[in-house]
């Protein structure tokens, strides 16, 4: 499975970017998620969603921001941001889980995508 990530792009705070992940392959039966990595951190998790789009999750600093969604039928997710501010900057990473994203690792990781929010 090969992950492309994309929509990343230069905001200023208060705005929004809308990043999408598309697939080689299906991953309709697959759970998501997305991740962000800032020069010299560690990649840190950032929203994940079941593989039926029934049931999401996200880390506490961006709950009532962003929304993580899909459309199976396109193999596409999609990370909506909305007011961000220039702490969400970094490179974003789309995921794939052969298992729950509930107690797994992501297996497959896509190129990223940057995201620059400037103040």
């Known amino acids: 499975v090969q992950l492309q990530a994309s929509g990343g792009g230069l905001v200023q705070a208060g705005g929004s970017l809308r990043l999408s992940c598309s697939a080689s392959?299906?991953?309709?039966?697959?759970?998501m998620g997305w991740f962000r990595q800032v020069a010299g951190k560690q990649r840190e998790f950032v929203a994940a969603i079941i593989w039926s789009g029934s049931d999401t999750a996200y880390q506490d600093s961006v709950k009532g921001r962003f929304t993580i969604s899909r459309e199976n039928s396109k193999n596409t997710v999609y990370l909506q941001m909305n007011n961000l501010t220039p702490e969400d900057t970094a490179v974003y990473f789309c995921?794939?889980?052969?298992?729950?994203?509930?107690?797994?690792?992501?297996?497959?990781w896509g190129r990223g995508t940057l995201v620059t929010v400037s103040s």
């Open positions: 392959g299906t991953l309709q039966t697959r759970d």
């Open positions: 995921a794939l889980y052969r298992g729950s994203y509930y107690s797994n690792s992501p297996d497959y």
